[in-house]
C-alpha cells in the first residue's frame, strides 16, 4: 500500500505562483511513476505532468513553460511548481503514482484557484 498526501493549493491571483508538493508513505520503493492530474468543474479529470524514477519528465502542452515537476527520491515526495497561473489552471488537482507492478494510487486532492 501507499499513502499520498498533498499541500500547497490555495487561492493566486493571475500571474502568481504556487508549488504543490505530495509525500508517498507506505511501500515507497515500489514506486515508479509519480505525477499530477486534475479536474474542474464539469471536466475531465486530466494528466498535468508526470516524472520517472530517473526524473525523465513530460507536461501537458496546456502547461508547458508555466509548470515544472520535480521529485526526491530520498523523501518520496513530488513537486509542481507552478507559474504563472491563469484562471483555467483553477482545479483540484489529485498527487498520483503508479507502482512497479502497475498500480495506481491518488491523493485526495488540493485546490486550486486562480482570480483573474
Known amino acids: 500500500q501507499v499513502q499520498l498526501v498533498e499541500s500547497g493549493g490555495g487561492l493566486v491571483q493571475a500571474g502568481g505562483s504556487l508549488r504543490l508538493s505530495c509525500a508517498a508513505s507506505?511501500?515507497?520503493?515500489?514506486?515508479?511513476?509519480m505525477g499530477w492530474y486534475r479536474q474542474a468543474p464539469g471536466n475531465q479529470r486530466e494528466l498535468v505532468a508526470a516524472i520517472t524514477r530517473s526524473s525523465v519528465a513530460n507536461s501537458a502542452d496546456s502547461v508547458k513553460g508555466r509548470f515544472t515537476i520535480s521529485r526526491d527520491n530520498a523523501k518520496n515526495t513530488v513537486y509542481l511548481q507552478m507559474n504563472s497561473l491563469k484562471p483555467e489552471d483553477t482545479a483540484v488537482y489529485y498527487c498520483w503514482v503508479v507502482t512497479n507492478w502497475g498500480k495506481a494510487y491518488w491523493g485526495q486532492g488540493t485546490q486550486v484557484t486562480v482570480s483573474s
Open positions: 507506505g511501500i515507497t520503493s515500489s514506486i515508479n511513476l
